[in-house]
RNA sequence: GCUCGAGUGGCGGAAUUGGUAGACGCGCUGGAUUCAAAAUCCAGUUCUUUCGGGAGUGUGGGUUCGAUUCCCACCUCGAGUACCA
């Protein structure tokens, strides 16, 4: 009987759809045991060969539990947001709904057609209303929480609501924006709900701020870091540019430290997890103050820029903070709208100038802004008197009143941006008040250095630049930061190793020596990282060296000073150990780990710096200005962001006439017509009926991709739950995934924000378990194998063989146009294929009559013509073999080569497997006792291949069973006893003949969860064994010995060996070295 | 540059508490079967050799009775990351 793999896998797939065979409960006194692979993207290009080589992989895992008497959850599902959709929907204007359907059916089809054991009834598509609704949902959740240092979790937001109420904000110790106003719990029950609002987002885990983003021309959108790869975009290779947009954020800083340490408790590939480490960054250090020293016009006295106060200054300078401390709730409101140059120019609050103190002040547009209660209703001849001192040092002054600022904010900051154009700018006046004196603050790994300090570095954009460079410095500092800014982001990165900085011409003090440092600037210290300004110490860091070495001698690089008792003429010492600090005051004869206590210890004694960690990893940018994502369940009040209440989730993707931004430059969403949120009704409106009293506009932007794919492995525990996101008892069944497969390339995307949304989920109850997969296997890349034609010259195709020394020019050819097994060039095909219509009449130089194309192995992909498809293989071989050769192929984790021509080595296995349960005219099994040796080939077999499937080295089981195979062919076996467990370890790789063989050795049932052949040890006890001996370490020849001999007697038959005496031509071994089972070895 | 991983026949790869290097498969060679081919089966296939052997797991050294496996230095390739203070 013929082995027809078409006809049997067409059956079986029938078969476990129509009885739901692999469908996993949520109840059951089994074990549970969930295996997952990575969320798919259905692009349009469909599956090629190397897509389910993790899918085999995990299939093979949750069939082979399931005979062991798991309960199995393996669901699938789409992860199917995303921008491919989207772009060819600008393209062909085809709705991203109906490409998207369109290409999972295609990967469905293709699923099905390898037999993969999913769950279906448990699928979930992350652009289903019915799944972005919890998606939604989890948003609501972050935005209604702030992240409490004290109890080291996420709470929700009222607890800090009822903080402010009580105590104010002084004691809250939470992770939130920097520089945030403090204010008492009187000025915060007086605030309005705008300005209570506006500080409440500073605070929560996702929350609306105008950050730098990676703004993507090309595709109209931000991008989040992760999602650019060197200086491009990761989909498209399109330019990326800085700039500073209104975005929703997700404040993961707050889980920096437990995503660091949660990677000790799970058990993921070393590579990936040293990523994540990478990627957070976390640095140990202090943060030290370097007083600034002196300012320009050439004055040395220790008065910053910005202190303009009078003779009272050092009396006025204690009311202004109070007043700062205690705003009314008009200067309140209006200080948000104008703090951190939101209007374009730095404003300051309640300063000092003369013998005023002024509620705001531009002092670079040397403009007043004066908030008046009622009571200077009675002072308005004092008012004036003050305005008109106020304007003879140069200043104009504009008034508001409380109601004005409070009723319409738009108006008042209206007016200001008005002035602000028509006043002239004014340098920084140098006033005679007593200020507190300026810092400059930096981070460093190494505080106990600090003696070996020779300058300080800001970055170009660093704020204080501006203030403290010297008349002389500034044509030239101006120069550099404008030449700065032009370079582009892939530019500084390419080009690493230039130098380049300038002398600021101003000095900062050294805490403890108090000597003056000077201050550069320059492009290597970056912005963005710590506080923007280092540090420098020659001797111990080579950035430093380099700095220092390339500008010496010139104005302000003074000598390096070497704090080591090391050599540092040719390069920096920058190691941790192997030194004792010298020239270093109370540091001295210490080493790193000391001196970098000590050093920490004195700065917090003077009040010049502390201990710090920082961490690379910053806030993740939620918004996207695209249209197929998941909306935002907000609407804006007043510039306000609201969240629409869970019960009318979800807010449903509108329908937009065109995928690209509107004309004003809004995100896709503009373009919907139907989009402004109905308080009353509570639905989606017309957008006619925006009156911002109870018809308010929706949010515009959508959410990025990893959103949906954040928490989807928690919505196949319950996926079809319309209650919540996922039952509490199926999340405490199935707990977390035990197994989880993919790509490599998710490391610090998908596999970062899913931990951080698990983490807080599991803060806020949701979920039982805070790190989501036990278990993460990367499965290596198959590559493809390339085949080339060689143009020569003079345009005639040469074959392969005979290219020799001559230049040519490989051309990618088609694998549908060659043969893959003999690499035979079909030359018809090739001139008929339209890719190659300018061949069509070239000349082929022939090689024995056939044309031979050359191979390469390169990535996979359509681009190279070298893409194999799976439903090509199941075709002509069958899915058995197909799921047997990918595993046959290599360790799951490395990236292997395809090579179609190795299939046949898989096919003959199946086919010899069949023929031991079959002959010509059907299933022929015996049911007589098999011999020892069928026995002992058998336990091997069940040995091997569970150890092999629990260490994921399915490549040696399959090696395994062809031994098995080829060894129970020699002996003739077809005995029911070796050939039933036989099928079932076979199962889980090839499930299809698997249960073929199980119905034909008569069994009524699915051989999917027949339990697991036992191994038993006593079929591989062996009497004797056949010993290496060797000589000198070399094996030379064989020895069959019993292996109960004891080693005398082992060494006086081995001694006895004619062999050993020709080995040994006469001479006396030194020694015989004798284990007992494994080896003699004869030294001499 | 740094971090991680990997270097074994013509190819994919196997073997590590240190104990017979090259399992298994592809390819190749020869043979059987066939009118012929495909398919199938059998034998051989690391290199070298004067057929006794000898050499051999990226290179050089070391530890050991014995090293693909452990240690040191170096080379090559791949992945990640990139002025992170």
Redesign the pocket.
Known sequence: MKYTPNEIEAKWQQYWATNQTFKATNQSDKPKYYVLDMFPYPSGAGLHVGHPLGYIASDIVARYKRHQGFNVLHPQGYDSFGLPAEQYAIQTGQHPAITTETNIKRYRQQLDKIGFSFDWSREVRTSNPEYYKWTQWIFIQLFNSWYNNESDKAEDISTLVAIFEKEGNATVNAVCDDNIAVFTAEEWNGFSSEAQQQILLQYRLTYLAETEVNWCPALGTVLAN?EI?NGVSERGGHPVVRKKMTQWSMRISAYAERLLEGLNRIDWT??LK??QR?WI?K?V?ASVKFPILSFPKGEEKATPGYMTGGNNAHLLIEKAKENRNNPTEAEAILWNALRGKQVGYKFRQQHLISNFIVDFVCLSKGLVIEVDGGIHDQQQEKDAERTAILNELGYKVIRFKNEEVIGDLDGVLETIVNVLKTQPETPLSFGEGQGERKYIEV????PDTIFGVTFMTL?PEHDLVAQITTDAQKAAVEAYIEATAKRSERE??AD?KTISGVFTGAYAEHPFTKEPIPIWIG????AG??T?A?MAVPCG?E?DYAFANFFKGTEGMPEIKNIFNQDISEEAFAAKEGFELVASDFLNGLGYKAGLQKAIEQLEAIGAGQAKV?Y?LRDAVFSRQRYWGEPFPVYYVNGMPQMIADEYLPIRLPEVEKYLPTETGEPPLGNATVWAWDTTKNEVVSNDLIDNETVFPLELNTMPGWAGSSWYFNRYMDANNTEAFASQEALNYWREIDLYIGG??H??GHLLYSRFWQKFLFDKGVVPVDEYAKKLINQGMILGNSAFVYRTEDGKLISKGLVGDQTVYPIHADLAVIND?TNELDIEAFKAHPLYTEYKDAEFILEDGKYIVGREVEKMSKSKYNVVNPDIICAEYGADTLRMYEM????LE????W?T??M???S??L??LWRLYTNDEGFNITDAEPSKEMYKVLHQTIKKATEDIENF?F??SV?QF??CV?ELGKLKCNHRAILEPLAVLVSPYAPHIAEELWSGLGHEESISCVAYPKFEEKYLVESSK?Y?V?F?????F?LELPLDMSKEDIEKTVMEDERTQNQLQGRTPK?V?I?PG??I?I?G
């Open positions: 992760d790869v070393e590579s040293e990523s990478n960054g640095s250090g981070f460093t790994t190494r970055a500084r990165m690493v492009d290597y210290v970056l990282y710590g923007g280092v860091d950035r920082n690379r490599s390339e490391a610090t097994v046959f192929l290599g360790p490395q990236a292997k080569p090579n021509a190795g046949t080595g898989v003959g296995f086919k010899k080295s490549n040696t090696s062809m031994i080829n056949e290496p060797s000198n370490g070399k094996m030379r064989k020694k070295i284990v494994k080896i070895n030294v």
